[in-house]
């Protein structure tokens, strides 16, 4: 079946400096989406991605969607410790399912 | 509601107990979604509902889990005969979604934490 897998699973970085997480699916997907899950808290929809290729941004994030549409990427610039969490993408197959597949997710730590 | 509600927050239950688990989604969205989420996991897809109809239920573990909405709003997720093994986070999420496929992104409860002991 469909497996979506993230790297890296754990990311510490100083306040200030980029992080970039990488999600793979094992399969081509329909669409692909974002999330971001505070500790202790659940996950919150950050954006979705349709097109191949495509790029979206939201102030010092940039969601990328690979060309084949099978992976994708989250890129923050300059983090700050709000950007604490875990970031979990989410696929959407092409055989007309209406699940999406979570990724393991990347958990980041901003350290002050 | 401004937010999907899930009840309890926190259930604890002896092991080969029966459990229900709540959600009241978004008034007007259509789509309802069980996820189950274990420490350290991403959500793990259970069932979802389109309506009143469980559209997909491919995720259910076994037939100790049941999920059923009979009015299209709220939804029961039912767990009989409970294991450790069924210890984890629930989630239940809803979407406005006219052709069960979210455009614009699941709303999350807040989970009901299930432990079995």
């Known amino acids: 079946g469909q497996q979506v897998m993230q790297i890296p699973q754990y990311q510490h970085v100083q306040e200030g400096e980029d992080f970039t997480t990488y999600c793979n699916s094992s399969?081509?997907?329909?669409?692909i989406q974002w999330y971001k899950q505070r500790p202790g808290g659940h996950p919150v929809f950050l954006i979705q991605?349709?097109?191949?290729?495509e790029v979206k941004k939201q102030k010092r994030l940039t969601f990328q969607f690979g060309e084949a549409k099978k992976n994708s990427s989250l890129h923050i610039t300059a983090t700050q410790t709000t950007d604490v969490g875990t970031y979990f993408c989410?696929?959407?197959?092409?055989?007309?399912?209406?699940?999406?597949?979570f990724g393991t997710g990347t958990r980041l730590k901003v350290l002050a | 509601g401004a937010g999907v509600s899930q009840t309890p927050s926190n259930k604890v239950t002896e092991k080969g107990k029966y459990v229900e688990l709540r959600c009241d989604p978004i008034?007007?969205?259509?789509?309802l979604y069980w996820y189950r989420q274990s420490l350290g996991q991403g959500p793990e897809f259970l069932i979802y509902?389109?309506?009143?109809?469980?559209?997909?239920d491919s995720g259910l573990p076994n037939d100790r889990f049941f999920a059923v909405r009979p009015e299209g709003s709220v939804s029961t997720l039912k767990i009989q005969r409970t294991e450790r093994g069924d210890s984890a986070v629930y989630l239940c999420?809803?979407?406005?979604?006219?052709?069960?496929?979210?455009?614009?992104?699941?709303?999350f409860g807040s989970g009901t934490r299930l432990t079995v002991v």
């Open positions: 999420a809803s979407s406005f979604s006219g052709q069960g496929r979210p455009s614009d992104g699941y709303t």
């Open positions: 399969t081509t997907l329909s669409n």
């Open positions: 991605l349709v097109k191949s290729g």
């Open positions: 989410a696929g959407l197959g092409t055989s007309g399912t209406y699940k999406y597949i």
């Open positions: 008034s007007g969205h259509t789509a």
């Open positions: 509902f389109q309506g009143t109809g469980a559209a997909d």
